[in-house]
């Protein structure tokens, strides 16, 4: 009885975190994604404003992360913040006029494409994306 209530105590730990991770958001325009927790590390590439990122580990003042893709890299913590934003997921995702397939397209954007979340309802979010001021729909299904 002892080992059953130890392995679905581990379950409940091991799949509560992964439901739990913490997510942060690039707050400045651009960002270098490093190999490593220091400037002295390599930039693997660079991320734009309100790109989401998943939180693996914090290490002084940088962090450790996932993105949308499953890339693994670190960024300075004075980038981020707990912003709610979200990535488009899919080749081509519709933003609309309002929160419902009835509305017209106002756009189309390609896979990877970061938004700031200005406001939810049902499955639908209200985003906004950093260089295109105008707010617009798009289903929570295409987006991470």
Same mark, same amino acid.
């Given at each position: ?21 913490? %997510? ?5 325009? !651009?960002?270098? !994604?490093?190999?490593? +927790? ?29 993105? #949308? ?10 980038? !981020? ?17 309002? +929160?419902?397939?009835? #509305? ?6 390609? %896979? ?7 406001? %939810? ?5 209200? !985003? ?5 001021? %105008? +707010? ?9």
């Amino acid at each position: 009885m002892k080992l059953k209530t130890f392995i679905l105590t581990l379950m409940f730990v091991l799949f509560a975190g992964h439901v739990f991770a913490e %997510r942060l958001t690039v707050k400045s325009s !651009v960002a270098n !994604v490093r190999s490593g +927790p220091g400037k002295d590390y390599e930039i693997l590439w660079k991320v734009e404003q309100y790109h989401p990122l998943e939180v693996l580990t914090k290490s002084d003042q940088w962090v450790q992360f996932r993105d #949308f893709e499953g890339d693994i890299g670190w960024i300075h913590q004075s980038l !981020v913040a707990s912003i709610p934003a979200v990535i488009t997921r899919s080749d081509k995702c519709n933003v609309r006029e309002g +929160p419902s397939t009835k #509305f017209g397209i106002q756009f189309t954007v390609e %896979r990877g494409i970061p938004f700031k979340v200005l406001k %939810r309802q049902g499955k639908w979010l209200q !985003v906004i994306h950093h260089a295109d001021k %105008r +707010p617009g729909w798009i289903h929570k299904s295409l987006v991470w």
